[in-house]
């Protein structure tokens, strides 16, 4: 089965940067899996961040953080990895990894959480001065 394990949250201060990853294994490869970051704050539903199609081809953010994230894959490597700089104090949450596997009969993805049927133990981000 799809496993996702992420990596790579702690604390970091207003203006910093941090980089977190998502592991993936099992399933049918990275080829057949769709990936989105999402987070959830305290009392806050989990929102999507930044997706990416199982080709790599198709990208998108949440307008929060478009100009400042930014998704990319390796699927030689298995990982998805997000890059996230001048962080604020809105983006402190528990960020989540989610997976959706194919077959995929075009390059669609979406930020929609309902897309993903698997999910990381997620990694947290606090920022702090």
């Known amino acids: 089965q799809l496993q996702l394990v992420e990596s790579g949250g702690g604390l970091v201060q207003p203006g910093g940067s941090l980089n977190l990853s998502c592991a993936v294994s099992?399933?049918?490869?990275?080829?057949?899996?769709?990936v989105g970051w999402f987070r959830q704050a305290p009392g806050k539903e989990r929102e999507g961040v930044s997706c990416?199609?199982?080709?790599?081809?198709?990208?998108h953010y949440a307008e929060s953080v478009k100009g400042r994230f930014t998704i990319s894959r390796d699927n030689a490597k298995k990982m998805i990895y997000l890059q996230m700089k001048n962080l604020r104090p809105e983006d402190q949450a528990v960020y989540y990894c989610g997976g959706r596997e194919g077959p995929f009969y075009s390059d669609y993805v979406s930020l929609r959480r309902n897309e993903y049927t698997t999910w990381g133990q997620g990694t947290q981000v606090i920022i702090s001065l």
């Open positions: 099992g399933g049918r490869g990275m080829n057949y899996v769709a």
């Open positions: 990416i199609s199982s080709s790599g081809n198709t990208r």
